[in-house]
Nanobody
Framework: QVQLVESGGGLVQAGGSLRLSCAHS????????IGWFRQAPGKEREFVAV????????SYATSVNGRFTIARDNAENTVSLQMNSLKPEDTAVYYC???????????????WGQGTQVTVSS
């Protein structure tokens, strides 16, 4: 069983930064690709970023490329999402999810965290 817990959300002004963390307590963390997704009010959940099992490959949504950075520490069983130059349109609930394959497709992810709220004020 994979249990994921997100943390680090909050309220920040436009142009500011936040660092989200996704933690897993199991021994199999390094065998999973981890993705970040977000869902804004009234919108569908969308892909944000993904990192493969070793941390050697990443992919980003066009809307966040160059502003967000995903990284992982398999020794600590955590994946982080550093978010810089935040915009009001980044406001959403952010979720991390685990998958065996390196993919940006939401529907293929097997395990999800409970989400953390990020609010960017203008």
């Amino acid at each position: 069983q994979v249990q994921l817990v997100e943390s680090g959300g909050g309220l920040v002004q436009a142009g500011g930064s936040l660092r989200l963390s996704c933690a897993h307590s199991g021994r199999t963390f390094s065998t999973y690709t981890i993705g970040w997704f977000r869902q804004a009010p009234g919108k569908e959940r969308e892909f944000v970023a993904v990192i493969n099992r070793s941390g050697g490959a990443t992919s980003y949504a066009t809307s966040v490329n160059g502003r967000f950075t995903i990284a992982r520490d398999n020794a600590e069983n955590t994946v982080s999402l550093q978010m810089n130059s935040l915009k009001p349109e980044d406001t959403a609930v952010y979720y991390c999810a685990a998958n065996r394959a390196f993919t940006t497709t939401l529907g293929t992810y097997d395990y999800w965290g409970q989400g953390t709220q990020v609010t960017v004020s203008s």
